[in-house]
């Protein structure tokens, strides 16, 4: 083998190495399987239609929608997972021509088994993810069965003590045996309200979170408390976001903010801002 060759080999291998150790390390950061998100429920005081415009002025593509806001734009009537097909069709387009991708919808609880199965088919229709809801304990077995039939998740979602899924226990309790379409869709607000740290929550539902109503709060344990722009309140993002990559969370973090209801834009911004830079340090 002559010189020129042995050192062309010797190159070749050197690069190998450093892509694969340049590969290896994009696998290790969770990050690009990190979506943000905004919940609509943040500009509830708005139609459907301005809240589009609002998220594309925070900077964020994905939106969470909820049931019940009025859609605008021409459009008649709410944006409930009752709407026609020829609705479904219009919101559709509002969204494609927003530029905006509707990846999550919730909080969606129904009370019988024919509105379990028309919210499944509405989510499949629109092209959602994961169904964000509080299903009573005795759906449960219903709402695996349709999650599986559509193709659809469903993340079990906790509001505040003492709500049917206040504490992670119950809903691990409710996720035992169920299928990989069931989890969780931990809303770290809520536990702060509840006196539960969002580090202990996430590592309790490791394995079991799909999405995350991503929040900070003025205050710890303390049911009143409200959210407030990322890095201000009392939780430390930068420590969680470490816990989530640790623990292999891939998934959507919905902004929900829940203040400041008239002017809110400003805030979330900021909170996006925070978030990008944030992320940047893992």
Known sequence: MNRLKLIAILWLCFLGVITGAQAKGKRVCAKKDWKLAVQTWSFNRFTFAEALDKANEVGVKYIEAYPGQKIGAGIEGTTHYSMDEATQKKVLKLIKDKGITLINYGVATCNSAEEWEKLFKFAKNMGIKTITSEPKFEDMELVDQLANKYKVNLAIH?????????????????????????????????????????????????????????????????????????????????????????????????????????????????????????ISKL
């Not at 979330?268 to 944030?278: G, L, P, Y």
């Open 158 to 278: 906790n509001h505040p003590k003492a709500t049917r899924y206040w504490h992670p226990d119950i809903v691990l309790k409710s996720l035992k045996g169920r299928s990989e379409r069931i989890g969780a869709c931990c809303d770290n607000g809520h536990w702060m309200r509840s006196a539960i740290d969002p580090i202990d929550g996430y590592e309790k539902m490791k394995g079991h979170i799909i999405s995350l109503h991503f929040k900070d709060m003025n205050e710890f344990d303390n049911l009143k408390a409200h959210t407030v722009p990322f890095g201000t309140g009392k939780h430390n993002i930068q420590k969680t976001l470490q816990k989530l990559k640790e623990i292999g969370f891939k998934g959507v973090f919905t902004i929900e903010y829940e203040h400041n209801w008239e002017n809110s834009v400003p805030e979330i911004k900021q909170s996006v801002e925070f978030w990008n830079k944030a």
